[in-house]
């Protein structure tokens, strides 16, 4: 999509450091042509980490002249309340409102935060391609945003224990959940703690089995939704591999830890034992499947 208004791309990923991201702009010989870095943190579903101090460096090593490397956050999986962009370098801060700002799964939206003159350019661009909310969206999303706070922090609260409960259950093998990081997990930890205000309501895990077992485990779930969104008062779960990130090629989903064992759980605001039930009883209709073995990054 984005060639065919001229603009190329250039991939990297949280695991790669300030320096091998530099090389990498430099290697392509195209290092002036720079004008943005866009990065989703958490990333969705693996929960994975960016440092967004660190991109603003980079941007700053790369802007020439009166020509400033833009740095864009898709800061969606956080919401407004768990982490600050705008606080640590970024200069457009977006979500897709529809999640934890809308809150009740009526709503589609999208956001942007940035300086005047930036939302100005958007704006302009705006009008081509159409894409702004009618009265009645922007009514429903004031309306979300008097429960915003009471929302996201019951379902952090929520998130956590549900959290560590699927930590016990024999049928889980890993799971991705930013309250989980310690200082020997390195360089995540310390992102963590540096850029982030609370662990969130976002955990993705990963079954034992494959496809197959996760296919089951959501098919038996009764109260909580299957679906793609997330951010929701409603807990919802979905399987990344075959729904929101069904169009990447196989092995660079793989590489990224998106494999077909694993779910991803957005947790809304229902009692947290209530949800734990759900899982448990899904999680004990999955029968014990060959041993699959996945490379996890």
Known sequence: FLLRYGIA?????????????????RQTGKADRLRMIFLETPANPTNALIDIEE????????STGPERVVVAVDNTYMGPL?????????DLVLYS?????G?????????????????????GLRTFFGNMAGPW????LLRSLETLKLR???????AAAVARHLTRHPMVKQVNYLGFLKPEDGRQYRIFAKQCTSAGAMISFYLEGGEEEAFAFLNSLE????????????????HPASMTHAGMEVEERISLGITDNLVRLSVGVEHPNDIIYDLEQALDRIKKPQQIDYQYQ
């Open 9 to 25: 791309t250039l991939e990297f990923t949280a695991e790669q450091s300030k320096e091998e991201i530099v090389e990498m702009v």
């Open 152 to 158: 996201m922090e019951k379902q952090a609260h929520n």
């Open 55 to 62: 991109c603003r460096a980079i941007a700053d090593l790369f």
């Open 137 to 140: 969206t922007g009514w429903l």
């Open 82 to 90: 768990w982490q600050h962009p705008l606080q640590w370098g970024a």
């Open 103 to 123: 809150g009740h799964s009526d709503v589609i939206a999208g956001a942007c935060l940035g300086s005047a003159e930036l939302i100005k350019r958007i704006k």
């Open 223 to 238: 109260m909580i939704k299957l679906a793609v969104s997330l951010g929701s008062t409603e807990s919802l779960a979905q």
């Open 97 to 101: 409102a529809t999640k934890y700002i």
